[in-house]
């Protein structure tokens, strides 16, 4: 049989049996990716990026994980919280936002002085402070949606710090539906002895005065008389509650009373002519009690009565430094009577040095 009959032309590659122009596409070596002009582009995408991605947020659940250690806090709920940190049944409470951190840690080392700060529960007012807390001190601090602007929050008498204030009431309303005591401090105190033995008897409320004049020693414990506004001038910077209905009843009132005058350019209030008006309008109804000035004194008097100090030293236990404005005022005040804790003193705070 012939050679030729039996030969496969199918399989020839010579150049016989192709056009010029198919051997020419098929021997075409491949381009070269890595060549100078992409690699300036690849370079300008990779800056770009770099300079885009810190500002782009991506939606929660975009994700199939969250490389965030603390995301876990989003979903802590006061009642988790609260059923972690109250210790016999009882809860100390501040709201903070970033900018107060550094008065929080100061606050903090007083109160761990007295060996109370294991039952303090931080509610944080933005997702910062809610992080830094709970990484350097686990479980002790809640956020309460929505979460506020951390920048608008400080400024005393803007909107944003009305706003701040004007949530303390349904914070402490929470807890007491959750069946706890709680007291509520500002973080511009300073502990400078354990309160809780003051808190005599079985009282719906307690509360110190705001009025910086001069009580007798054995001054009356009943709600003070109104002043020339119509009210009375109680700080709602320091309060203790018992979850009676008494006590829920005022937090109520307050609420209402910060519904009825909000904030406005005119009138630029806060939330303390609200719980004055809460607790002059329920008083014949809730068992109040007012704490002794000598142990709970203002501002206005501790900072300003240098006699008045000497007179009832030995007996003062938690000093505001209000009657100032400006947060570099307050520390400088505090570092001038030796209350500026947190220079010399952070490893006492269960937070650290912040």
């Not at 490389?67 to 109250?86: C, F, H, I």
């Not at 309008?281 to 501790?302: C, E, I, N, S």
Request: glycine content about 6%; aromatic content about 12%.
């Amino acid at each position: 049989m012939s050679s030729v009959r039996h030969q496969r032309t199918g399989h020839n590659f010579s150049t016989g049996a192709y056009p010029a122009r198919f051997l020419q596409n098929y021997q075409k070596p491949a381009t070269n990716f890595l060549t100078r002009t992409n690699l300036i582009l690849l370079l300008a995408l990779l800056i770009i990026l770099g300079v885009l991605i810190p500002w782009i947020q991506v939606p929660e659940g975009f994700l199939m994980f969250d490389s965030n250690p603390n995301s876990k806090w989003r979903d802590y709920t006061l009642s988790d919280a609260a059923a972690r940190v109250a210790q016999n049944n009882t809860l100390i409470v501040c709201a903070v936002s970033e900018a107060y951190l550094p008065f929080l840690n100061n606050w903090l080392i007083s109160i761990a002085r007295q060996k109370q700060h294991e039952k303090v529960l931080v509610i944080a007012e933005d997702y910062v402070t809610l992080y830094k807390v709970n990484e350097r001190w686990p479980g002790h601090a809640v956020l309460a949606p929505p979460a506020l602007e951390a920048a608008a929050a400080h400024k005393f008498g803007s909107q944003g710090f009305f706003n701040f204030t004007a949530r303390r009431p349904r914070h402490l309303l929470n807890i007491l539906e959750l069946g706890y005591n709680v007291m509520y401090n500002d973080v511009d105190m300073v502990w400078l002895a354990d309160p809780f033995p003051y808190l005599q008897g079985e009282h719906d409320v307690y509360f110190m005065d705001d009025m910086a004049f001069v009580k007798p020693l054995n001054h009356s414990h009943s709600l003070p008389p109104p002043g020339k506004k119509g009210r009375p001038y109680i700080c709602s910077c320091m309060i203790f509650l018992r979850p009676t209905d008494g006590a829920k009843l005022i937090m109520k009132k307050w609420i209402e009373e910060l519904q009825a005058e909000p904030w406005s350019k005119a009138k630029k209030a806060n939330d303390q002519p609200g719980f004055n008006w809460a607790l002059m309008k329920t008083a014949g109804q809730v068992d109040l009690y007012l704490l002794p000035q000598a142990a709970f004194p203002t501002g206005g008097l501790y900072f300003r009565n240098k006699t008045w100090v000497k007179e009832t030293k030995g007996m003062h236990v938690i000093i505001h430094n209000n009657y100032i404005v400006g947060f570099e005022k307050k520390i400088k005040r505090f570092r001038d009577y030796g209350l500026w804790l947190v220079d010399d003193h952070a490893s006492e705070s269960p937070l650290g040095t912040l």
